[in-house]
Nanobody, 118 residues
């Protein structure tokens, strides 16, 4: 069964860095775009970044541009989100997902908590 598992979250001070991992299992996700979302307390889930499987192009939410980097390792079937210069406003549960395909995200991970203290 296809599965995505996030890891790498934790507590960090403002200005610090974290790298989140999204390990895929059960099938290859080589031909899927991979996306990261986040959900802060009391807020809706929000798009963070996407990396296209073809060509590796990336897109970011304006709030994270210049601070976050999405990349993937096909050999490890894993996507990553490098987060630098973290701010308290980045505090959220971070999710990875496959897609979008026709606007839909088929597989989701369980989420990993990122907390940034001021």
């Amino acid at each position: 069964q296809a599965q995505l598992v996030e890891s790498g979250g934790g507590l960090v001070q403002a200005g610090g860095s974290l790298t989140l991992s999204c390990a895929a299992s059960g099938r290859t996700f080589r031909y899927y775009d991979m996306s990261w979302f986040r959900q802060a307390p009391g807020k809706e889930r929000a798009f963070v970044a996407v990396i296209r499987w073809s060509g590796g192009s990336t897109e970011y939410a304006d709030s994270v541009k210049g601070r976050f980097t999405i990349y993937r390792d096909f050999a490890k079937n894993t996507a990553y989100l490098q987060m630098n210069n973290l701010k308290p406003g980045d505090t959220a549960v971070y999710y990875c997902a496959t897609g979008p395909v026709d606007g839909q995200y088929r597989y989701w991970g369980q989420g990993t908590q990122v907390t940034v203290s001021s």
